[in-house]
């Protein structure tokens, strides 16, 4: 058995600080429906409205609608849809609960970095039919990451992880 020098142990816990420092730590949930759709926008509020009733009895830390409910086009999405932000501590329990319950909706789901496009493109996800967005206003690069609701004390907010 070889044990590590110190200096491979230090070099090695600077690789993991750096891996630490570059972890995605907070995501967009984006559900999508059909604007001038009567039934199909009454199934998307009263999932609205579910989300915000288990956010407010604790069942996970999510942060609905800061923007509102879209009922028209807004940036990239070109249909009606509202955005559902959540950390990565958050994020299993959130996943799974529109795994579960997102309904007819189809649901992007991307993370928060400097590269906007490739957020909403190759580092996205989907559930259900892939909507076709719109990349033109997205920025390929940001100043810095776009940390949100920093009073929660998650995400690019949360404490530095103990070594």
């Not at 190759?122 to 920025?139: E, F, H, K, M, Q």
């Amino acid at each position: 058995m070889q044990l590590m020098s110190s200096e491979a142990s230090s070099s090695t816990t600077s690789d993991l600080q750096s891996e630490y420092d570059n972890e995605i730590k907070e995501f967009h949930f984006h559900l999508y429906w059909f604007q001038n759709n009567a039934a199909s926008q009454a199934s998307a509020v009263k999932l609205r409205d579910r989300i915000l009733e288990l956010a407010k009895q604790g069942f996970f830390q999510v942060v609905p609608l800061k923007n509102g409910v879209n009922t028209s086009p807004r940036g990239p999405h070109p249909i009606g849809s509202y955005e559902v932000w959540c950390a990565r501590e958050d994020f299993a329990r959130c996943y799974s609960w529109f795994i579960l319950n997102r309904g007819p909706h189809s649901v992007l789901i991307h993370p928060l970095t400097r590269d906007e496009v490739a957020d909403h493109s190759s580092r996205a996800a989907w559930l259900g039919t892939p909507v076709p967005l719109d990349y033109s206003n997205l920025r390929p690069h940001l100043d810095h990451v776009p940390s949100q609701y920093p009073e929660l004390g998650l995400g690019y907010n949360a404490p530095a992880p103990n070594n």
